[in-house]
Each structure stands twice: as structure tokens, then as C-alpha cells.
Nanobody, 126 residues
């Protein structure tokens, strides 16, 4: 199995940027497609972005497209979420997750991810 630890959350003003990182340990990192999900207070967890094992394909929720960028480094065993032009509605706990599915499109779904980090809080003030 794989262990995931997120970092980089914090408080930022609207329009600002944050960079989240997820460090993986355990099994071979490149065996896993990776996803970022978020959960705002009182809301269900939702898909944010995902990246395939090799990093050749990425997927984004419509709400973050053109503002967020997901990337991975299979040497350093990390996946990163660069968040620009942040909005108050981006406020949530952000979690990274790992999946063994091969189909990149399937990475958009929570149930496809077997391993999760503890999450990091992102707060965007208006």
C-alpha cells in the first residue's frame, strides 16, 4: 500500500495562489494514478483534479479548470496542485488520493481511490 501526506495549505486572499504537495511512501509511486479532492463545510467531498500514472493525462473539475494545475514527479514521489486565482468558494479541506485503476477517466471518482491522505486546509478570504 501507499501512505500519503499533504502539505502547503493555509490562508490566502481571493486572487492569490497556493501550492499543495502530496508526498507518497510505500509502494512504487508510478503504479498509482493520483487525484485531489476537496470537502467544504457542510458539503460532500468533490473531485478537483487527477493525473495518470505516467503524468501524460490530466483531468479537472470544471470549477477549477484554467486555474489549477496538477503535476507529478515520479522520482521524488510527489504530486502537486498549483492553485491560482483562488476564490472564496475554493475554501475546503484538500486531500490527495491514490488509485490503481488504469483508466484515467476513472480517477475522477472517489470510490476508485483506495488510499487517502489526512487532508490540508485551504481558506480563501474575500
Amino acid at each position: 500500500q501507499v501512505q500519503l501526506v499533504e502539505s502547503g495549505g493555509g490562508l490566502v486572499q481571493a486572487g492569490g495562489s497556493l501550492r499543495l504537495s502530496c508526498a507518497a511512501s510505500g509502494r512504487t509511486f508510478s503504479d498509482y494514478g493520483m487525484g485531489w479532492f476537496r470537502q467544504a463545510p457542510g458539503k460532500e467531498r468533490e473531485f478537483v483534479a487527477a493525473i495518470t500514472r505516467s503524468g501524460s493525462r490530466t483531468y479537472y473539475a470544471d470549477s477549477v479548470k484554467d486555474r489549477f494545475t496538477i503535476s507529478r514527479d515520479n522520482v521524488k514521489n510527489t504530486v502537486t496542485l498549483q492553485m491560482n486565482s483562488l476564490k472564496p468558494e475554493d475554501t475546503a479541506v484538500y486531500s490527495c488520493a491514490a488509485s490503481t485503476v488504469v483508466d484515467g477517466m476513472a480517477l475522477r471518482f472517489e470510490y476508485r481511490h483506495a488510499y487517502w491522505g489526512q487532508g490540508t486546509q485551504v481558506t480563501v478570504s474575500s
